[in-house]
């Protein structure tokens, strides 16, 4: 499957921004899809999956900030970001997990710069 992001910018402090990763295919049977960003000079980390059943991860730093979601008739996930801080400031990447006949795939977009900064 292959995954195109959107929505990222530059925000100040406090502000939100709304992520979106619309994919080639059909969703409904990807395990697993989310988002996982990589700061400045850091790993790339992840921030929150969604299961195909919408069960939902948080890191904890984003905790209560951040809600993930999933539209399986838009073939797409939104990451919408509330509150968010400098050290939010990353690129943002969104992927897909997939089991099929027993084989395991991840599939990532291209990634979408997110900057927090007044």
């Known amino acids: 499957v292959q995954l195109q992001a959107s929505g990222g910018g530059l925000v100040q402090p406090g502000g939100s921004l709304r992520l979106s990763c619309a994919a080639s295919?059909?969703?409904?049977?990807?395990?697993?899809m989310g988002w996982y960003r990589q700061a400045p000079g850091k790993q790339r980390d992840m921030v929150a999956p969604i299961t195909s059943g919408g069960v939902t991860t948080y890191k904890d730093a984003v905790k209560g900030r951040f809600t993930i979601s999933r539209d399986n008739a838009k073939d797409t996930v939104v990451l919408e970001m509330n509150n968010l801080k400098p050290e939010d400031t990353a690129v943002y990447y969104c992927?897909?997990?997939?089991?099929?006949?027993?084989?395991?795939?991840?599939?990532w977009g291209p990634g979408t710069l997110v900057t927090v900064s007044s």
């Open positions: 295919a059909r969703i409904a049977s990807i395990n697993l």
């Open positions: 992927y897909a997990y997939e089991v099929v006949q027993g084989s395991s795939r991840t599939s």
